[in-house]
């Protein structure tokens, strides 16, 4: 009993056992690439099986699983057609479409009866997210919008210090990132065409930041934003050595920043990038009444952040300086936190449990990015209303 005792304070080590009598079976909407991480993640869990897959481009969806030794997987050419026929099958579905049809995909498919898994950015409008959060409530389903990187150890270590007070009443927070050149055209044209992506940099990998920050002091609601938005870089032709054609196609920012006041009388200074001439916008900082803590920028979002977060404070009169080391090591990479990402959103179903992300959170997100695009066309400061949902 005394060993049992002494040992209370070792961390328990032993695997999670999954129950695999009951299978999840799973849909794929859009099979671009992100849908590889999402249906390499599914393949990891022992309780998934991948039934469906759908995509706008004739063949596409058929070459994807095919790509993967998955012929047994049936295909459709639009996501209404997958729901309507597979729905009372289903039990989830991964949406990896395009910005623009991220709100038509998810209310859909909660309307008919399915678990969501939506890739961020939620949607491209307040007005969208307010629609799929209503039809999220009717439905009784779970909806979780794809931010992984809060799952990162150093992510919610972040979370963990602001909770414990240390900083005592935050009140400024500086957030952003960026990259030197990095407008994501590999691919092709769908992130900077509005048709398809609606927002640039902002949706992309401006939510992100939100999220980390938003997360960490709780998500209060946004109240007004200013916000400046441009597009310098994605519509210069020689940006782009072998495509010079996509400058006429760029209708997006590709960098945007902003002045945002919240609940609890915080104030949000952001600036996110895509293309700009300096390897970084700035780290990341939030100020308290009793401390400060300074998180490192990263120089592409991968989920973590960029090396050892340092806590300021005042201890007896002395200014101190604290450093906490990185958690982890390669385990928190990309794929390790998609598969967490995946794993938590197949436990919430089954468990039935909230969702690991949920809109009532990202709502807030969107409103923000919205916000700031709308601020930026008006020119001014504009207050932020989010509608009962």
């Not at 991968?302 to 958690?327: A, D, F, R, W």
Request: hydrophobic letters at 35%; a negative charge.
């Amino acid at each position: 009993m005394a060993d049992n005792i002494l040992d209370r304070f070792k961390e328990n080590t032993e695997e999670t056992i999954i129950d695999t009598s009951r299978k999840i079976r799973v849909g794929i909407i859009g099979t671009g690439w992100i849908a590889e991480a999402h249906l390499e993640s599914y393949r990891h869990q022992p309780d998934v099986e991948i039934v469906a897959g759908a995509d706008l481009v004739e063949g596409k969806a058929e070459a994807f699983f095919e790509k993967f030794g998955m012929k047994d997987v049936k295909c459709y050419r639009s996501h209404a057609q997958m729901l309507d026929d597979e729905s009372l099958q289903l039990d989830a579905v991964s949406i990896c479409t395009y910005n623009r049809t991220h709100a038509e995909c998810a209310i859909y498919a909660l309307k008919k009866g399915v678990n969501v898994l939506l890739e961020k950015p939620m949607c491209v409008t307040l007005e969208e997210a307010v629609e799929i959060r209503r039809a999220e409530k009717e439905s009784g389903k779970v909806l979780s919008i794809g931010f992984q990187p809060r799952l990162d150890e150093n992510m919610k270590m972040i979370k963990k210090i602001v909770e414990s007070g240390k900083l005592g009443k935050v009140y400024y927070i500086q957030t952003g990132g960026g990259r030197r050149r990095g407008i994501p055209t590999p691919y092709g044209t769908t992130f900077i065409e509005d048709k398809t992506a609606g927002i640039g940099a902002l949706g992309d990998i401006g939510c992100y930041s939100l999220d980390m920050v938003l997360n960490s002091v709780g998500y209060p609601k946004p109240l007004t934003v200013s916000g400046y938005k441009s597009a310098f870089f994605g519509t210069r032709p020689d940006y782009y050595p072998n495509h010079p054609e996509y400058a006429e196609k760029f209708e997006v920012d590709d960098f945007a920043a902003a002045f945002i006041r919240l609940e609890g009388d915080i104030i949000l200074d952001f600036r996110i990038a895509w293309a700009m001439n300096m390897d970084t916008p700035g780290d990341t900082i939030i100020l308290g009444t009793e401390g400060g803590l300074r998180i490192p920028s990263t120089e592409c979002w991968n989920g973590s952040v960029g090396g050892e977060m340092v806590l300021y404070q005042e201890v007896c009169g002395q200014q101190t300086e604290t450093k906490i080391p990185i958690i982890g090591g390669n385990e928190n990479n990309f794929g390790d936190l998609f598969d967490k990402k995946i794993r938590s959103f197949i436990d919430a179903i089954k468990n039935h449990t909230p969702a690991p992300v949920p809109s009532s959170q990202i709502i807030y997100n969107q409103a923000i990015i919205d916000g700031i695009f709308r601020s930026a066309e008006a020119g001014h400061e504009i207050e932020i209303t989010i509608p009962e949902c």
